[in-house]
């Protein structure tokens, strides 16, 4: 029933953005109305660009604005884009022209990247963006890193405004912290002066660009306040400091729409957990309750509950939800593996099995990779191959930011970086999350052939571990060096959470080491 919905949804003919604009200023009444409506439009999958288009071009391309949408941008029409979320640079510079922040004359290393001389020409990259999404259908958000901190370790980042104020800083190059390690170059949002300079960064752009919305990206980098840092407690205080800088976003948006006549929407990406984002200052369940926010984009570097969680309380506030699917950094095969296609399709399977509104990629470039023409159709999506993992992502980095911020975890953690151990005569359970119903078949869909692997070490012999599948003992299986493959019928499968459970039999050997556990799903072509 929930895929026939999407599909009915999915296949609604969608407003275009020139339809939507007002001619004239609206009231406030008006004016929250229309932004209600626009926040609810249709967005199947939102690409997130780092701004990065330009960089290392080949010797003597054309700087022209055709050239600089072709990198990124305009292959990408006729996908299942709607939405570009689209970030101009580090903390205060930018590609754009501004008399408030710096012009970013160049990519991280110092490496060359020439979108900032499109200004030079007319149109700078950012408006060079917004027309090309508004004579399309495709929204575009202005994305600001709320505190990218990648120019602690490249100079070539620092912006001058940091040189300038060292005391808006966390500390000083060199120095080491309990959460974040060495981001010293992160800006203190305990101070008023930092919340001020970043308030007047989004008021400019709101101000001068005709962007259907911004992105205030609190993933890049999660680091706030200086007792997170130092591993100690963030105070209620702080989580206000917060809550009134969005206070007064949100007022400067309104005040900008109701001026130009048409809603300026405000996202935020956060951590998927209350929890943890009060741990880091972050008041997300205030923000949602106040009406501070429109869309919630979730996670990054980690996963921390279902998605179906943060999808039930963003919709109990009318907020959009959207799950940000970034790629694995698990090293090797397994992580080649976790940045396949087909795990893409297995991950986005699940959000939309969760109820969200829409898939969000984050460092995913290439406009002419297939996944922007899969991952938004769900219907379609259920046809194709696809591989399911107990831990797509991993999930070690959440006490990296966060002091004991591991305790908010709520998923099963198996993977290579977080094996568990199998001792004789023990069991370990662990939850596979698999998006679609691959019990019903039909001549024209017959079930797909389902493989489960298991990467252990030092089983001797197959039968030594017994598996069952949502309380079905699993029979027939290989052991192929350290993979366990088994073969379970699609009958035994559930849409949603999958309960596996691993014994090794007492007596057969010693203990042995669970290192990843994913399901393979085959779809096979009728005749």
Not at 4 to 23: A, G, N
Not at 192 to 208: G, H
Not at 421 to 435: D, I, N, S, W
Request: proline share 7%; glycine share 8%.
């Amino acid at each position: 029933m929930r895929i026939l919905m999407l599909c009915v949804i999915l296949c609604w003919p969608s407003v275009s953005l020139s339809q939507e604009r007002p001619k004239g200023p609206m009231s406030e009444t008006e004016m929250r109305e229309a932004r209600k409506k626009a926040a609810h439009r249709r967005r199947r999958v939102i690409m997130n660009n780092d701004g990065n288009d330009c960089r290392n071009p080949k010797p003597d391309e054309p700087k022209t604005p055709e050239n600089f949408l072709s990198k990124r941008t305009s292959p990408l029409l006729g996908s299942h884009v709607d939405a570009i979320f689209y970030c101009t640079g580090v903390f205060n510079s930018y590609t754009q022209k501004s008399d408030e922040t710096e012009l970013r004359g160049h990519g991280d290393q110092f490496a060359v990247d020439w979108a900032w001389e499109l200004g030079k020409q007319g149109r700078d990259a950012l408006a060079i963006m917004v027309d090309f999404g508004h004579q399309n259908g495709i929204e575009v958000f202005w994305s600001m890193r709320m505190n990218d901190t990648h120019d602690s370790a490249d100079g070539a980042l620092l912006c001058q405004w940091k040189k300038d104020h060292p005391g808006c800083l966390m500390g000083k190059k060199g120095d080491k912290f309990a959460a974040g390690g060495g981001r010293w170059s992160a800006v203190n949002y305990g101070l008023p002066e930092v919340r001020d300079k970043v308030f007047r960064i989004l008021q400019d752009v709101c101000a001068r660009y005709d962007v259907d919305g911004i992105e205030m990206d609190f993933f890049r980098h999660p680091v706030y306040f200086k007792p997170q840092m130092l591993g100690e407690p963030v105070t209620q205080e702080h989580c206000d400091q917060m809550s009134d800088l969005l206070r007064r976003v949100r007022k400067m948006t309104e005040e900008v729409a109701a001026k130009r006549g048409r809603p300026l929407l405000i996202a935020a990406r956060t951590p998927d957990s209350v929890g943890y984002c009060r741990g880091i200052g972050l008041d997300i369940e205030r923000w949602l309750k106040d009406d501070l926010i429109d869309l919630w984009v979730l996670t990054c570097y980690f996963q921390l509950n279902p998605w179906e969680e943060s999808v039930k309380l963003g919709h109990k506030y009318g907020v959009r939800v959207y799950p940000s699917l970034s790629e694995s950094r698990i090293k090797d095969a397994a992580g080649k593996l976790r940045n396949s296609l087909e795990s893409y399709r297995g991950r986005a399977m699940n959000v939309w099995n969760s109820g969200a509104d829409g898939v969000y990629l984050f460092n995913q470039f290439n406009p002419r990779h297939p996944l922007w023409r899969e991952l938004g159709d769900p219907p379609a999506l259920q046809k194709l191959d696809k591989l399911y993992f107990v831990s797509p992502r991993g999930s070690n980095d959440a006490k990296r930011w966060l002091a004991g911020g591991d305790r908010f975890i709520t998923l099963p953690r198996l993977s290579p970086e977080n094996p568990l151990t199998l001792k004789p005569g023990e069991k370990r359970a662990v939850a596979l999350p698999v998006g679609e119903d691959l019990r019903r078949g039909t001549p024209q869909t017959p079930l797909p052939e389902l493989i489960l692997k298991i990467q252990v070490t030092k089983l001797a012999v197959a039968e030594a571990l017994s598996v069952t599948l949502n309380g079905t003992p699993l029979g027939a299986r290989n052991l192929l060096g350290d993979c366990l493959q088994l073969s379970p019928s699609p009958e035994l499968t559930a849409r949603g959470s999958n309960l596996l459970e691993l014994a090794l039999k007492p007596g057969t050997q010693e203990a042995l080491t669970l290192r990843d556990l994913y399901l393979t799903v085959r779809h096979k072509n009728p005749h």
